[in-house]
């Protein structure tokens, strides 16, 4: 697998809203988008230090896998997975699934700013979930 850099690190949150300002404010970042993912069913807003993002996601129905994060981390929100950077998505899941890697998305698909992205499972990656992801544009 040819990983380039951590693309981003998502972190959960109960509140956009609520936790825009602690990042914007205390930390003295800003906010260049907020997006909606509907069929993850997740909003997100991303803020950027360096060459990695922070993305935060609250979700948007109790059925999405960030609302039971949340649940099951007391009603509070952490980090939730890291992404990793590379020009191949497709190519890096069947790198990994030869090496035994468990995987939540067999293929590639769609994610927050354009990126095609998939998962590893965390029960493969040390307990990490995980996020390949690939900006399309830079093919």
Known sequence: MELSQIEHLGIATPSLEAAIPYYENVLGLKCYAIEEVADQKVKTAFFKIGEVKLEL????????TIAKFIEKNGGRGGIHHIAFKTKDVAAALADAESKGVVLIDKAPRGGAEGLNIAFLHPKSTQSVLTEICENPNEK
């Not at 996601?57 to 999405?64: H, I, K």
């Open 57 to 64: 996601l609250e979700p948007t129905c109790p059925e999405s």
